[in-house]
């Protein structure tokens, strides 16, 4: 019987080391800077300036075949006030985000203001503090949101010190679009911490921003393609 439970002992060990190994040194670092080139990677984006002192910073990037002007609409839409956030709306509301799911452009959405609240969650839950506040809002180009307390810190003087998440639009060409998204946050206190950081709460960020990316891709092409076809002099 000690043999066998020194057996399973050590063939789980061996296994946590070989998941660890593969974890750390392949899978997350692919995660972390999904769809990205090294030059995005580096790049300095709109919002990145907000933030000071240590930081860990997760990017990813998909290309859109959309005009920056077609995409826009969507990223102005994101929030539990508006249009949602483009992911997994299903496993969002298992915790209570009530959230939307609003795939159409809606008129009388505008552009969000600098200083405006974006819900992540209704008011009721979370003690209200399910949100963040538009810091940056450059129509066609980027949007960046930080923390009710970080957006404090910006209207002293100061900068921010827990999180900003960014969304910048660059061109592509003549019809296309890098859409880059970026998560700048304090890094994890301590060891546990990190580890759940790493082992949790970043693939838990990849699968529902990579979700989000590639919904505002579809979207965007669609809207596209729509809007050529309608435009397009009949014969």
């Known amino acids: ?74 990223i102005r839409q994101i929030g539990q006030d508006r249009s949602g956030f483009f992911s997994y709306t299903p496993l969002e509301n298992l915790i209570g ?24 969650a209704t008011p009721k839950h979370f003690s209200g503090q399910g949100k963040m506040i538009a810091a940056v809002v450059q129509p066609d180009h980027a949007f960046a949101m930080v923390s009710a307390a970080d957006w404090q810190r910006l209207q002293t003087g100061g900068q921010a010190q827990d999180v900003i998440w960014s969304f910048t639009l660059e061109p592509l060409g003549a019809s296309q679009t890098r859409l880059i998204a970026r998560l700048r ?19 838990a960020h990849f699968v529902m921003e990579r979700k989000m990316l590639l919904t505002i891709k579809s979207l965007s092409e669609h809207a596209s393609v729509a809007m050529i076809e309608e435009n397009r002099p009949q014969s």
């Open 97 to 120: 985000c009530e959230m939307p799911s609003v795939h159409r452009i809606e008129p009388r959405w505008k552009d969000r203001t600098v200083g405006e609240t974006v819900w992540f």
């Open 185 to 203: 946050a304090a890094p994890p206190s301590n060891g546990r911490a990190q580890l759940v950081s790493s082992l949790f709460w970043e693939p």
């Open 1 to 74: 019987m000690k043999r066998r439970f020194l057996r399973l002992v050590l063939t789980a060990l061996f296994f946590a080391v070989a998941f660890n190994a593969v974890y750390f040194s392949a899978i997350r670092p692919w995660h972390l800077r999904w769809g990205t080139t090294s030059s995005e990677q580096l790049a300095a984006l709109p919002g990145d300036e907000l933030f000071s002192g240590p930081q860990s910073a997760v990017t990813h990037a998909i290309t859109i075949n959309a005009k920056p002007e077609d995409v826009w609409p969507w």
